[in-house]
């Protein structure tokens, strides 16, 4: 029988570094989320779980990250249900600060730059979004002090910045990814899927559709995999297109027609009143395919 321990939560920095050094090891990894959790978290918790001796789990709905005509106040908060989440999936520290604990000088004057990464795809629809998200990973990571990230390949372009400030400015952590998952039907898990009616549900399935119509034509060339994608999205104009490109994973560049090799085909749209990201890692050429996604096993492994 396994026993599960309700998790030590932090609301403040004092408590933080409390519960921090009160655990019997220093090998300690995080995971950092906005709350609403779902399996994809979960998922996340446990691949952080199977290496580390502890997981800390940050809970933080970032107000710097979210424009003025953006989601904040109605994104789901469903705290005990995370926390029940948190319990099953082993976690030892829960952070769930409030803005004036993360933020006590109020909005802060020195940011992260993302630079011209954080400028294209969901830069370019939401102003700003990157360097509200690395100034308060920056900073969650030095309150946590964790050896380890844990990270979703569901927001790639995340991750990459991620990966970049980590590097550019050395932090001294790992960063770790885990692929998208998924529900049964193709669906990336997201916090906003609770925003979505039904059909609106069945609107948003063309995206992984897409993604899947794309990966299966990888093997033809980057000209084939956007037109599969498109034809799928052209299939449902309830779906508005924000982007869907095919771009070098690193550089978020378009890849010209000649390209072989890795690849990020990569979609925004907006359904109902909920817009909504996914993405799916190729490898283009004679043996092409999707990397990690749509594999028979929807939960798929972590890649660490
Ligand atoms: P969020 O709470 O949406 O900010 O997400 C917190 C972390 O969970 C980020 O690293 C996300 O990339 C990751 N995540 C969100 N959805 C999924 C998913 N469906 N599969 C894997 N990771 C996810």
Redesign the pocket.
């Known amino acids: 029988m396994t026993t599960t321990t309700t998790p030590v939560v932090a609301h403040t920095r004092e408590e933080l570094k409390a519960a921090r050094e009160a655990l019997p090891s220093r090998d300690v990894a995080v995971?950092?989320?906005?709350?609403?959790l779902?399996d994809?978290?979960a998922?996340?918790i446990r691949a952080a779980r199977q290496r580390h001796a502890h997981v800390v789990v940050t809970i933080f709905l970032n107000p710097l990250q979210f424009g003025p005509k953006e989601d904040l106040s109605r994104y789901p908060r469903t705290f005990d249900s995370d926390m029940e989440i948190c319990t099953t999936a082993g976690v030892d520290v829960v952070f769930a600060p409030t803005p004036d604990v993360v933020y006590p000088d109020g909005d802060p004057g020195v940011r992260v730059a993302a630079g011209p990464l954080g400028e294209v795809l969901e830069g370019a629809s939401r102003p700003g979004h990157f360097d509200g998200v690395l100034t308060v990973v920056g900073k969650l990571l030095h309150l946590t002090a964790a050896r380890s990230a844990?990270?979703?390949?569901?927001?790639a372009q995340?991750?990459l910045l991620i990966r970049r400030m980590v590097r550019d400015v050395d932090f001294p952590v790992d960063i770790v990814s885990?692929?998208?998952?998924?529900e049964p039907d193709g669906l990336?898990?997201?916090?906003r899927n609770m925003y979505l009616t039904d059909s609106d549900r069945e609107v948003a399935l063309s995206l992984s559709r897409a993604l899947r119509a794309g990966a299966e034509a990888a093997r033809l060339g980057p000209s084939a995999v956007r037109r599969a994608a498109r034809e799928v999205m052209v299939e449902e104009p309830l779906a508005l297109v924000d982007y869907l490109v095919l771009v070098h994973p690193h550089t978020l560049q378009s890849v010209p027609e000649w390209y072989r090799g890795e690849a990020l085909l990569a979609v925004a749209a907006k359904v109902g009143t909920t817009r909504l990201i996914d993405n799916a890692p190729l490898h283009l050429g004679p043996d092409g395919g999707a990397i990690d996604v749509f594999s028979d096993v929807p939960h798929a492994r972590a890649d660490v």
């Open positions: 995971v950092m989320t906005m709350g609403a779902h994809g978290h998922h996340l844990y990270f979703g390949q569901k927001d995340q991750l885990v692929p998208t998952v998924r990336a898990m997201s916090s």
